[in-house]
């Protein structure tokens, strides 16, 4: 397990949803992991870092935990459109 620091940069809105921005250095292979505050409160799950950008990742809120199925069922029925 390793961690890392960044700056939480703010909350964004994109077609597929809300993601919260951070710079903290995000691996390959790490899709999935915590993004955790100073006091170990899950703020997020790690989506994805954009490959142009430096140190540009986002997360999605943790309140989307919660959503977690009906998202699936609701992505593999666009995807079979």
């Known amino acids: ?3 890392s620091d ?3 940069s703010r909350k964004r809105r994109f077609p597929s949803g809300r ?3 951070f710079s903290a250095p995000v691996s390959p292979g790490s899709a999935g992991g915590a993004l955790v505050d100073e006091r170990g409160r899950l703020l997020g799950i790690i989506d994805y ?3 142009d950008g ?3 990742n986002f997360a999605l809120p943790a309140a989307w ?3 977690v199925q009906e ?3 609701k992505n593999a029925a666009q ?3």
């Open 6 to 8: 960044g700056v939480f």
């Open 19 to 21: 993601y919260l921005q």
């Open 49 to 51: 870092r954009r490959r």
């Open 65 to 67: 935990i919660d959503q």
């Open 79 to 81: 995807q079979q459109l």
């Open 71 to 73: 998202r699936a069922s």
């Open 1 to 3: 397990m390793t961690i």
């Open 54 to 56: 430096r140190n540009v």
